[in-house]
């Protein structure tokens, strides 16, 4: 069963650019956006089970320059 999640994340002031194109280059990660608000970019990622999810964020998002703090939110299918 495939896992989703949001990563919601903060980054230093003037990185906001430099983040959203490194997280455009790693697999696993559907999308990077920069947004406004309380976070500066939202990122969708998708693995193979909540495990691959949380090592992709852990090994490939957590050490990206630029960032400063990161939320990760899975997503719940009820169907």
Request: net charge negative; with cysteine.
């Amino acid at each position: 069963m495939a896992a989703r999640a949001y990563i919601l994340i903060e980054t230093s002031v003037g990185k906001t650019r430099d983040v959203v194109t490194a997280l455009g280059k790693v697999k696993g990660i559907k999308e990077a956006n920069a947004v406004t608000g309380p976070y500066d970019v939202i990122a969708v990622v998708e693995g193979q089970d909540l495990t691959a999810v949380g090592n992709l964020v852990t090994n490939e998002i957590h050490p990206v320059t630029g960032i400063a703090r990161t939320v990760t939110c899975l997503a719940v299918d009820f169907t």
